[in-house]
């Protein structure tokens, strides 16, 4: 049985993490700092930043960066090997239709 759960956790406090003191999940809410100079990607004006292939290339090394000293390191080069090359594409395609449709979702019920 495939495990599907995210270890958003896990990973966020992992060895190759900062601590962020401020790192808290409430029910299906993340609640983090953001730098100073962070700034919000708004999806609504510009859906295709997420979809860009440098973007989608920043967000693969940083999933690399997560699990790079990871012992099961190999078990995830060989998941990746067989989901082909189009996985993160369509995953980040599919995040970004339920990111707004629950954005849109939100603004209707206020």
């Not at 090359?85 to 599919?94: I, N, V």
Request: with cysteine; hydrophobic share 40%.
């Amino acid at each position: 049985r495939q495990d599907v759960a995210i270890h958003a956790g896990k990973i966020a406090g992992g060895r190759a993490r900062s601590a962020d003191p401020r790192y808290n999940v409430s029910g299906r809410i993340l609640l983090r700092r953001l730098s100073p100079n962070s700034r919000k990607i708004e999806i609504d004006k510009h859906p295709e930043i997420l979809l860009a292939p440098t973007m989608l290339e920043l967000m693969g090394f940083e999933i690399a960066n997560c699990h790079s000293d990871d012992p099961a390191a190999a078990a995830i080069l060989e998941d990746l090997r067989v989901r082909g090359s189009e996985w993160l594409h369509e995953a980040a395609r599919a995040a970004a239709s339920n990111i707004s449709a629950e954005q849109k979702a939100y603004a209707r019920s206020r």
